[in-house]
T-cell receptor
Framework: DQQVKQNSPSLSVQEGRISILNCDYT??????FLWYKKYPAEGPTFLIS?????DKNEDGRFTVFLNKSAKHLSLHIVPSQPGDSAVYFC?????????????FGQGTILTVHP | KAGVTQTPRYLIKTRGQQVTLSCSPI?????VSWYQQTPGQGLQFLFE???????NKGNFPGRFSGRQFSNSRSEMNVSTLELGDSALYLC???????????FGQGTRLTVV
């Protein structure tokens, strides 16, 4: 069964520093990994994605790195801002006939202190 | 460009009742997926529709069903509600179901 794991339940960072959020996966046959940011009682907000053929993708303050040999990806936020405080989920979009099915990690609570 | 719209935002229902939730996808998006979020289970996939056809289904009982209309709007229905169905129900849309998905604000269902 596909598994996506975010082993750190929480992360605390000072404003202006780098936040690094990590995710491990088991399924090698995926199309994309996506990162979402979520506030309580709201829907996840799409941040950035990376396809299986890349090892890095950047969008402004957000960079995602993919290490396929280690089955590991990470989201870097630089510089971190207090408004970044939220729950961050990584999600796998598998290929083949797994239409529309995102498999989510458990989430990491990021707190950015002023 | 309008985002994904879910209605209603909040619902309170009694055990045994049924409920219908609605989702309007982003214009041009033909794939609509539904998810359930609970504190214990996290975000779990319910089902996905594309061009009025269910293409994928998660591991939920038959009480959970859905449909999609020709304008890509989707509804999900939960029959014979149980206390454990209390959750945030999220709808996501994407162009084909194999690219980035964008979520609505969700419907908070409370079963009492």
């Amino acid at each position: 069964d596909q598994q996506v794991k975010q082993n750190s339940p929480s992360l605390s960072v000072q404003e202006g520093r780098i936040s690094i959020l990590n995710c491990d996966y088991t399924n090698s046959m995926f199309d994309y990994f996506l990162w979402y940011k979520k506030y309580p009682a709201e829907g996840p907000t799409f941040l950035i994605s990376i396809s299986s053929i890349k090892d890095k993708n950047e969008d402004g303050r957000f960079t995602v790195f993919l290490n396929k040999s280690a089955k590991h990806l990470s989201l870097h936020i630089v510089p971190s801002q207090p408004g970044d405080s939220a729950v961050y989920f990584c999600a796998e979009l598998a290929g083949g006939t797994s239409y529309g099915k995102l498999t989510f990690g458990q989430g990491t609570i990021l707190t950015v202190h002023p | 460009k309008a985002g994904v719209t879910q209605t209603p935002r909040y619902l309170i229902k009694t055990r045994g009742q049924q409920v219908t939730l609605s989702c309007s996808p982003i214009s041009g998006h033909r794939s609509v997926s539904w998810y359930q979020q609970t504190p214990g289970q996290g975000l779990q996939f319910l089902f996905e529709y594309f061009s009025e056809t269910q293409r994928n289904k998660g591991n939920f009982p038959g009480r959970f069903s859905g449909r999609q209309f020709s304008n890509s709007r989707s509804e999900m229905n939960v029959s014979t509600l149980e206390l454990g169905d209390s959750a945030l129900y999220l709808c996501a849309s994407s162009r084909q179901g194999v690219t980035e998905a964008f979520f609505g604000q969700g419907t908070r269902l409370t079963v009492v």
